[in-house]
């Protein structure tokens, strides 16, 4: 009997949705780490029961949590529950939540500066995991991405991290915050190419490493920003909100710019617009249907200075075409009075047939679709402001 | 023996319910009970000063006999009260919220 469980962070806690393979009746757990910015959760590939949070807080800082048995029970990697939190020596045991950029000469990069919000350099300053994107053959190795944008990885499940510093090094002086931060969001983990990893940087674009994160060069031809950048078609400072691709389709990336649906048939290296008949061509999430590589997923919102959905109604967006010709999905979904965001991570689709899709709203629902995005029913209504949701199909 | 009121998210860190005590040689200063405090509860560390630097995080404050500390050195000697136990050594989320 097949499964679903859904990864929910909230502006205030962690829950944890449960289904059965039919997705009508859910189970909901939480709140986990109450009080807490939960930015994202997300379970192992290979291990479905490992699951790795980022619970972070201005007050207190970056906490990396990891769960072993599907959401019931965290520990923090370096204090595994019950065991004495010191060695022997009574020095403590590994920082899960250290992450430091690597300026060391043997493998690191100097911390240099980028863009401020008023064009001015500012050194490198760590302040949160947006992302974390566990390794698709190895349940020890998970991805951070981090403000301020920057690359880790741990290969002991979450205890220690160490920057892939080499990311910095293409232009990073030129990068620059958007609204949300200086933000590594997105991590795609190309499963037919080891070495590949795309990661995507507001405001600085998409990136592209070919020998498994020791160099990188920027992916961002064809993108246009005439009202963010005074170059518009510059190679790097692009605010881009969220990319995707199809497992089956390594080499065809999908992305929600700030201004702009984009498509690249070559891994990154050419865009070419694909918003056609969208209401707005703004927007953060978007996403690839399981089993159909040409069908995508967006949730347009009105512009860069009014975060919601246009005309008081929440619509999702379907494209079978690729992009350009759009259709609008709104069977379950509010029509009317309606006036929040779906942030870049809070979209995702489950890998049953019918393909199954959910979004998480900053007004605290969850609306899941069982048939692909025909129609919607809410899971929960009023949790806190959602800022991700990823699924887990379990077998 | 040092008496430490930490913030509810910290406690809940820490795995802890109320007040925390701690041995601290003299000079009981900022850093040494900070120091001690880490050693002990290592899941703290980052979440009161930075890492790296072991500055304190700006929306953290450090109060004790009714004084902000939060500004002191931290080789700064904490008042006697707190010393000898009589008086507790409070970590605290910044005021938030209107």
């Not at chain 1, 005439?226 to 790097?236: G, I």
């Not at chain 1, 995707?244 to 710019?257: C, D, E, G, I, T």
């Not at chain 2, 929306?59 to 006999?65: L, S, T």
Request: net charge negative.
């Amino acid at each position: 009997m097949s499964g679903i469980r859904l990864l929910v962070g909230t502006r205030k806690g962690a829950f944890v949705l449960t289904s059965d393979g039919k997705r009508k009746q859910w189970d909901v757990s939480g709140p986990h780490f109450a009080g807490w910015e939960m930015y994202h959760l997300k379970g192992s590939p290979v291990e479905p029961n490992r699951i790795y949070a980022s619970q972070t807080s201005s007050w207190f800082g970056q906490i990396i949590q990891r769960s072993d048995d599907g959401g019931k029970t965290w520990c923090q990697p370096g204090t595994p529950p019950g065991e004495p939190t010191t060695t022997p020596d009574g020095s403590p045991k590994g920082e899960s939540n250290k992450f430091v950029y690597d300026t060391s000469p043997e493998t690191g990069k100097p911390l240099t500066t980028h863009q401020h919000y008023d064009g001015t350099q500012r050194p490198w300053e760590f302040k949160r995991v947006w992302h974390l994107e566990p390794s698709l053959t190895d349940p020890d190795t998970v991805y951070a991405g981090v403000e301020d944008a920057a690359l880790f990885r741990s290969t002991d499940a979450g205890q220690t991290w160490q920057e892939l510093a080499g990311l910095r090094d293409v232009k990073g002086n030129l990068w620059q915050p958007g609204a949300g931060g200086m933000c590594l969001h997105t991590i795609m983990l190309d499963r037919n190419n080891p070495q590949r990893i795309y990661v995507a940087i507001s405001a600085a674009g998409v990136f592209r490493t070919d020998d498994a994160g020791k160099t990188w060069r920027a992916v961002n031809r064809g993108l246009k920003s005439q009202y963010e950048l005074p170059d518009p078609d510059a190679e790097v400072g692009h605010c881009v909100h969220r990319i995707a691709m199809h497992p089956s389709r390594p080499n065809v990336l999908f992305m929600q710019k700030h201004w702009d649906v984009m498509r690249s048939d070559d891994g990154g290296g050419s865009w070419h617009e694909v918003s056609g008949n969208l209401p707005t061509d703004f927007g953060f999430p978007i996403d690839v249907h399981a089993h159909e590589p040409e069908t995508i997923y967006v949730v347009p919102i009105k512009s860069d200075s009014e975060h919601f959905v246009p005309d008081g109604k929440l619509r999702v967006y379907r494209s079978r075409t690729g992009g350009n010709e759009w259709e609008a999905l709104t069977n379950g979904l509010p029509q009317r009075d309606c006036y929040v965001n779906v942030l870049r991570d809070a979209m995702t689709v489950d890998s049953l047939d019918p393909c199954g899709l959910y979004v998480g709203t900053t007004g605290g629902q969850v609306y899941a679709s069982a048939n692909a995005g025909d129609s919607w029913e809410p899971i929960v209504r009023d949790l806190p402001a959602v800022l991700s949701v990823e699924v887990q199909t379990l077998t | 023996m040092i008496r430490v009121v930490l913030p509810a998210h910290l406690r809940t860190l820490a795995r802890v319910g109320g007040e925390v005590t701690l041995h601290v040689e003299d000079p009981v200063t900022l850093r040494s009970v900070l120091e001690a405090l880490e050693t002990r509860y290592p899941m703290l560390r980052g979440t009161i000063r930075d890492h790296v630097t072991q500055k304190r995080r700006p929306f953290v404050r450090f109060f004790a006999c009714e004084q902000d500390l939060s500004h002191e050195s931290p080789d700064t000697p904490l008042p006697d009260a707190v010393a000898t136990g009589a008086e507790p050594f409070l970590i605290v989320g910044a005021m938030a919220g209107g």
